[in-house]
């Protein structure tokens, strides 16, 4: 008999994926550093440096004593401390053990929120631009994005739109999603800001997830965790952070959450059933991490500062585009609307077809805008050496020059 493929309709979760659009260059700068191209790759998202020793170190020295067997689901008591301890010390939060659970990446606990808090058809307002993923672990819960554009001027007008989320609440709407530092802008809101925020909220029966996992880099001045902010809003909030940004740890894929007792034994017990626990041998790096603490990054992070100044800078004398302030993570989000706009090529707002050409042109990597709900931008991440930095920023300048 043939074997014929099944006239089969896969489950409505994953109809509508879309493959990561900063997954996706990634491979396609690579596929053309593979042929021998010299590829400036602004596209990455993660730290260009290395984790402390310490930390590589107790990885080994667990595998070597042997933690190679499953670990406590949801983490262990140790760990789970040690995320309370830095809860209570860097954002004066408490939180009991049972509201505290850790997976595999803030991305799975990200998921599992979704999972826990979306019914089919309940709406998520997404603040673009926003992180690729939200949108799409929205959907794969059965939720809708419902997504607010940025604003036209962002340095008057702010980076979320206050009128616009009044608007946007309806009785479907059940989640919003905040997200600073932010990744792609690189922008971080004030606590002003989230009171403005929860006092549209407050009224309505909507959740919040509080992304906050670029906290460590943040150049603005200290890190405003959301709940430090409007505590009123602790009984529907619930705060993802990890390992991954904060210790160059993107590998070991660990994450945690916060949040009411209830909400995180459900987001605890989808990890129960999917992942199991994070590796044990991994666990006791994060927790090595964990016990180092901020201190152990300063110079690291320092330095992505100033690679940060040294991007804008040159932006400003060569390139002379807008972009928004950097304040926090490692991205800057560049405004390509004024050449765009100038352009016969490209439509005002295709940033997506410019950096296609840009790759293949000037084998420069940014990720355009349209990946994160904001056409007409591009991301360019700045955790790379200064002679890249330079190097990617004199391939954009004569780019331009010869965009047609
Ligand atoms: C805003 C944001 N949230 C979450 C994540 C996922 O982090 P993790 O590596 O812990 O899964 C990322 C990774 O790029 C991110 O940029």
């Not at 040690?82 to 049972?98: E, M, V």
């Amino acid at each position: 008999m043939e074997n014929k493929p099944l006239p089969f309709r896969f489950s409505r979760f994953v109809a509508n994926l879309q493959p990561s659009p900063t997954l996706s260059l990634n491979k396609r700068a690579k596929e053309l550093g593979a042929q021998g191209k010299n590829i400036v790759n602004f596209s990455v998202g993660e730290p260009d440096y290395a984790p402390p020793i310490q930390v590589v170190e107790s990885a080994r020295q667990a595998l070597k004593d042997g933690l190679t067997t499953y670990g406590p689901p949801g983490g262990s008591l140790k760990f789970k401390d040690l995320i309370r301890k830095k809860f209570k010390s860097d954002n004066g939060l408490d939180f009991a053990r049972d509201e505290i659970t850790v997976g595999i990446g803030a991305k799975e606990l990200l998921f599992h929120s979704m999972l826990t808090l979306l019914r089919e058809n309940d709406e998520a307002i997404l603040f673009a631009p926003y992180w690729v993923s939200y949108k799409d672990q929205i959907m794969a819960a059965g939720g809708v994005p419902k997504i607010l554009p940025l604003p036209e001027n962002p340095k008057k007008d702010g980076y979320i739109d206050i009128p616009k989320l009044k608007e946007a609440i309806n009785d479907r709407t059940k989640l919003i999603i905040l997200n600073s530092p932010n990744n792609p802008a690189g922008y971080t809101l004030t606590k002003e800001n989230f009171q403005e925020i929860a006092d549209v909220i407050a009224p309505h029966p909507i959740w919040v997830i509080s992304d906050e996992i670029y906290e460590y880099m943040n150049f603005g001045g200290a890190h405003v965790s959301f709940l430090n902010a409007v505590p009123q809003m602790r009984s529907r909030t619930i705060i993802i952070n990890g390992l991954s940004k904060a210790f160059a740890m993107t590998g070991f894929r660990v994450g945690y959450a916060a949040g009411p007792k209830k909400a995180i034994g459900y987001i605890k017990g989808l990890g129960d059933h999917s992942s199991t626990c994070i590796p044990p041998f991994i666990e006791e790096a994060a927790i090595t991490a964990m016990e180092l603490g901020f201190p152990v990054m300063h110079e690291k992070i320092s330095a992505l500062r100033e690679r940060r100044d040294f991007m804008m800078a040159l932006i400003n004398e060569k390139i002379k585009l807008p972009y928004i302030e950097p304040k926090g993570a490692f991205y800057l989000f560049l405004d390509l609307r004024p050449v765009l706009a100038k352009s016969k090529l490209y439509a005002p707002s295709d940033s997506g077809g410019f950096c296609a050409w840009l790759l293949d042109e000037a084998h420069l990597a940014m990720v355009p805008g349209e990946a994160f709900g904001s056409p007409g931008y591009a991301r360019l991440c700045y955790s790379t050496s200064r002679s890249v930095i330079e190097d990617g920023v004199n391939r954009l300048v004569k780019a331009l020059e010869n965009i047609k």
